[in-house]
C-alpha cells in the first residue's frame, strides 16, 4: 500500500503559479504511477496529469496541456505538479493519486491524498 499527503495549495491570482508536492510513504512507491486529479465544486473529479513509475513519459488533460507539469523523485518518495499560467477555472481541491497498474488518463486510481485546495483569483 501507498499512502500519500498533499501540500502547496493556497490562493493566487490569475496568471500565477503553483507547485503542489505529494510526500508517499511505502517501499514500493517507485513502481506505481502517480497521477494529480482535481475536483471543483459542485463538479465530477477530472484526470489532470499522470506520470508513468520511472518517470519517462508525462499524460496530461488538454485543458492543462503546456500550462502544468507532473514530475517525481523516486528517490524521495515525492511527486509534484508545477502549475502556471492559472486560471479560475482551475479552482478545485487536487488530489494525488496512485496505482499499482499502467497509466490510465481518467480517475481510476486506487490510492488518494487527502486533497490541498487551490484557489485560482481573477
Known amino acids: 500500500q501507498v499512502q500519500l499527503v498533499e501540500s502547496g495549495g493556497g490562493l493566487v491570482q490569475a496568471g500565477g503559479s503553483l507547485r503542489l508536492s505529494c510526500a508517499a510513504s511505502?517501499?514500493?512507491?517507485?513502481?506505481?504511477?502517480m497521477a494529480w486529479i482535481r475536483q471543483a465544486p459542485g463538479k465530477e473529479r477530472e484526470f489532470v496529469a499522470a506520470?508513468?513509475?520511472?518517470?519517462?513519459?508525462?499524460y496530461y488533460a488538454d485543458s492543462v496541456k503546456g500550462r502544468f507539469t507532473i514530475s517525481r523523485d523516486n528517490a524521495k518518495n515525492m511527486v509534484y505538479l508545477q502549475m502556471n499560467s492559472l486560471k479560475p477555472e482551475d479552482t478545485a481541491v487536487y488530489y494525488c493519486?496512485?496505482?499499482?497498474?499502467?497509466?490510465?488518463?481518467?480517475?481510476?486510481?486506487?490510492?488518494w491524498g487527502q486533497g490541498t485546495q487551490v484557489t485560482v483569483s481573477s
Open positions: 493519486a496512485a496505482r499499482a497498474l499502467a497509466v490510465v488518463t481518467t480517475t481510476q486510481y486506487n490510492y
Open positions: 511505502g517501499r514500493t512507491f517507485s513502481s506505481y504511477t
Open positions: 506520470i508513468r513509475w520511472s518517470g519517462d513519459s508525462t
